[in-house]
């Protein structure tokens, strides 16, 4: 079996090179057929686009045709399964005169034996299918017209009801919801966290006097602080023991590429704090008409004693506000200054969709011993802060 290719699939029961076929949805016929992102006409992107918004689900830009068209130039083996349906009273067999109208896209990786992961797993943090509201779509019967044997996920978002039977632990995504205006954000905060609140309000303000002027941009486009925050946070992920993802080329390539993406949906956003004419603190995202999705924030350790994030974080939220966002979601995992500056959560689900056959056994055994020794630490309070202390130990020994 190889990755999937750019062909349409076979008519009614046919099965093509690439392990397509026609599915039978509530009694309408329904083709699927695979693409490189690239490969997506204008027509077919503003569709998922709009199945997204009938979705009823928060706008997360991780979940636009954008996202997935730039992991697609960077990431070879990126994929979207385009969904169609024939419309009431039509036939496929009608040929390109057809009424048939799109249903669903379903974005995948995929190695040449197979096995599938979600678009950009690691870094992306909302992910599942965009699919008609109603459509009963079997998971199996998605991965089989995609020739997956199995399909892997960290961030999958609520609602992603054909692959919930895979999940096998859920986790807290935390947001800032500035909805009703900063003032009713930072009013409920000086209530809820009013020492959080009155030191880092404290600390700019002595950044100021003793730095130098303080400044807040929401939407910098200077490529040297793109190039300044990714050196900041390689330098964070090493000091903590943890994995490098600016260590890849793909992942810097696609914080780049989505710097420059401007479109309703899928916006790369640098926010930047300054003092003195000096960036010290940055966060690089993705935001939508409504969403900021909170993506690789980092600082310049020398101004430390301030709390630059936190204070970059507070201006960013006064600053989505202003532009209409409604929400800041913040991602998956556990941080104390997330806990300081969330109003809730969202929840996210890790697992995989296994379809059944001998490859699925495989599967199952080389990824679920490390998944259940990840939760039975996560579970335990005193072991994860043992982890944590045990990685932030690794961190300096590296950078000695």
Same mark, same amino acid.
């Given at each position: ?16 090179? !690439? ?15 695979? /693409?490189? @992102? ?43 399964? *385009? ?27 995929? =190695? @040449? ?12 943090? &909302? %992910? ?18 995609? &020739? ?27 947001? /800032? ?17 009013? !020492? ?6 404290? +600390? ?5 006097? %003793? ?11 200077? #490529?040297? /602080? ?9 330098? %964070? ?15 810097? =390539? ?16 640098? &926010?930047?704090? $300054? ?12 935001? &939508? ?9 980092? $600082?310049? !350790? ?35 200054? +997330?806990?300081?500056? +969330? ?5 996210? $689900?890790?697992?995989? /969709?296994?379809?059944?056959? #001998? ?13 259940? *020794?990840?939760?039975?630490?996560? =579970? ?9 202390? !045990? ?10």
């Amino acid at each position: 079996m190889r990755v999937p290719g750019d062909g349409a699939r076979g008519g009614p029961g046919q099965r093509t090179a !690439t392990g397509g076929g026609e599915l039978s949805v509530e009694g309408s016929a329904v083709r699927i057929r695979v /693409v490189a @992102p690239g490969r997506l006409g204008e027509s077919e992107a503003d569709a998922w686009r709009a199945l997204r918004a009938k979705s009823g689900a928060p706008g997360n830009p991780f979940m636009e045709p954008e996202f997935a068209r730039a992991v697609g130039r960077v990431r070879p083996a990126a994929r979207v399964a *385009v969904i169609t349906e024939a419309r009431e009273g039509a036939d496929w067999t009608e040929g390109p005169g057809a009424a048939v109208e799109p249903a669903g896209f379903f974005p995948f990786e995929a =190695d @040449p034996l197979g096995r599938g992961r979600a678009l950009g797993l690691g870094v992306s943090d &909302s %992910q599942g299918a965009v699919l008609r509201p109603g459509l009963r779509l079997a998971a199996d019967e998605l991965l089989r017209a995609c &020739s997956l044997a199995a399909w892997e996920f960290d961030n999958l978002e609520e609602g992603q009801t054909s692959f919930m039977a895979g999940a096998a632990d859920a986790f807290e995504s935390p947001v /800032v919801d500035v909805g009703n205006g900063f003032a009713a954000y930072e009013a409920a905060l000086r209530e809820r966290s009013p !020492t959080f609140y009155r030191t880092t309000t404290a +600390k700019e303000r002595r950044l100021g006097r %003793q730095v130098g002027e303080v400044r807040f941009v929401f939407d910098e486009r200077d #490529p040297a /602080v793109l190039a300044k925050l990714m050196e900041w946070k390689s330098a %964070q992920y090493r000091r903590t023991g943890r994995r490098d993802r600016f260590a890849k080329e793909w992942i810097r =390539d696609l914080v780049r590429l989505l710097a420059g993406t401007r479109s309703p949906g899928c916006s790369g956003v640098l &926010s930047v704090l $300054y003092a003195a004419d000096r960036p010290i603190a940055a966060h690089f995202g993705l935001r &939508s008409r409504t969403v900021l999705s909170c993506w690789f924030p980092a $600082y310049d !350790t020398g101004f430390a004693k301030y709390s630059p994030g936190l204070v970059l974080h507070l201006r960013m939220a006064r600053a989505a506000a202003a532009e209409g966002i409604g929400m800041l979601d913040l991602g998956r995992g556990a941080a104390e200054y +997330k806990d300081s500056l +969330k109003t809730g959560g969202l929840t996210v $689900y890790e697992g995989a /969709v296994v379809r059944p056959g #001998p490859r699925a056994a495989l599967y199952r055994l080389s990824r679920e011993p490390g998944r259940r *020794v990840h939760g039975f630490v996560r =579970d335990r309070p005193e072991l994860a802060s043992l982890a944590r202390r !045990t990685l932030n130990q690794i961190g300096r020994v590296r950078a000695r």
